[in-house]
């Protein structure tokens, strides 16, 4: 059985590390593609997970559009099939190269495994361009690992067969909870040492991210409008590491500079993130990732999007969809800080961490 591990960007190797790290640990060979569609940030994960690819395709380029990555991909990914017969495929998500990848696979006649397997939102606009890179991967997989009933329930409404269907959870939580192990444990680095000398934990630490395409130029400026006023607070100190995307970087810096309690700081490494999450009153976010992660730390997130395939979240009263109207994200995060929300008895919707081993133990009964 050869299977071949592939992800390329910072949010698919940490869903993915937790996978690796379970064929490891049962002694299951495997091989490790990176396609590095984001570099930096990637790397972060692979040291901070011990993972050391066996093949790195080193695509990133400054500002490649869509179209240039994706034949990259497509013809660097195929070298790799040529050097060795592999009998599985796992890819992840969303991606470009998730969806790439599996179809170059799909070419070769490799059955491809598709981690975290039908969400949906039915737009092909939003998000962009994961909402159609999913349903391409969904139609290519052999067999489809899915993280709720929902996600289940898409599939099954397409017409894929449900012995295909593997109900697992959402190995994102089980990074977090190594992760949140780790530190626990006395786990450190300069980023969070460096956040606990500049913050003030005795105010409410909102913590914002924002990376998606289709809020570039007006949606990124709603953003940081809401953020001037919600600034204007004298209780909350608002944390922004700022997406590398020249796109989100140029929005950010103009408004929200010099402000005094903004911190505009560089994207953080995985841990650091995780760390400072977990010291947060209220996430603002469009990360999909961080609508999974928060249930398990019981914070609430609001989303800038217009739509989120997460909906389990908002079900769970978890996540808030706001999209990037400033008016929505100022009056709902001030909602959410000054009136009153017990997650006490509520679990992660997503998963309980143990999706890694049921995603090993079907391929280990699988494929032998």
């Not at 034949?71 to 592999?86: E, L, P, Q």
Request: glycine content about 6%; aromatic content about 8%.
């Amino acid at each position: 059985m050869n299977i071949l591990v592939c992800f390329g960007t910072r949010p698919e190797a940490i869903k993915m590390a937790p996978i690796c790290n379970e064929f490891k640990k049962n002694k299951i060979p495997f091989k490790l593609c990176v396609t590095a569609q984001h570099r930096e940030m990637l790397d972060q994960v692979l040291y901070f997970f011990e993972l050391e690819p066996d093949y790195d395709l080193n695509l990133m380029q400054p500002n490649q559009n869509l179209n240039e990555l994706s034949s990259r991909i497509i013809k660097d990914v195929d070298t790799v099939f040529n050097s060795k017969k592999f009998d599985l495929i796992l890819v992840h998500g969303d991606t470009t190269t998730s969806a790439m990848v599996a179809l170059a696979a799909f070419h070769k006649g490799i059955k491809v495994g598709h981690i975290e397997a039908g969400l949906r939102t039915y737009n092909k606009c939003s998000p962009f361009p994961e909402e159609l890179n999913r349903q391409l991967t969904g139609r290519i997989a052999d067999f489809h690992f899915v993280p709720t009933e929902k996600a289940m329930n898409n599939l099954l409404k397409e017409g894929i067969n449900k012995q295909n269907i593997i109900y697992t959870g959402n190995t994102v939580v089980d990074a977090l909870l190594y992760t949140i192990e780790k530190l626990k444990k006395g786990f450190s680095n300069s980023r969070i040492e460096n956040l606990k000398a500049k913050l003030n934990f005795d105010k409410n630490i909102i913590l914002v991210t924002g990376h998606r395409r289709e809020s570039f130029g007006e949606g990124f400026a709603n953003l940081c409008d809401a953020l001037l006023k919600i600034s204007e607070k004298d209780d909350v100190e608002i944390v922004y590491p700022v997406h590398l995307n020249p796109n989100v970087q140029k929005t950010v810096y103009y408004q929200l500079s010099e402000v005094r309690n903004i911190h505009l700081i560089q994207p953080l490494d995985y841990a650091s993130f995780v760390w400072l999450m977990s010291r947060s009153s209220l996430i603002i976010s469009d990360s999909g990732g961080v609508q999974e992660e928060a249930p398990s730390l019981k914070i609430p997130v609001i989303v800038t999007r217009n739509e989120t395939e997460r909906k389990e979240g908002m079900n769970s009263g978890f996540s808030f969809l706001t999209g990037t109207n400033s008016n929505k994200i100022i009056e709902t995060t001030l909602n959410l800080l000054h009136g009153k929300f017990d997650f006490t008895n509520k679990e992660n919707p997503y998963g309980d961490g143990k999706a890694s081993i049921k995603i090993v133990n079907f391929i280990q009964n699988n494929f032998n």
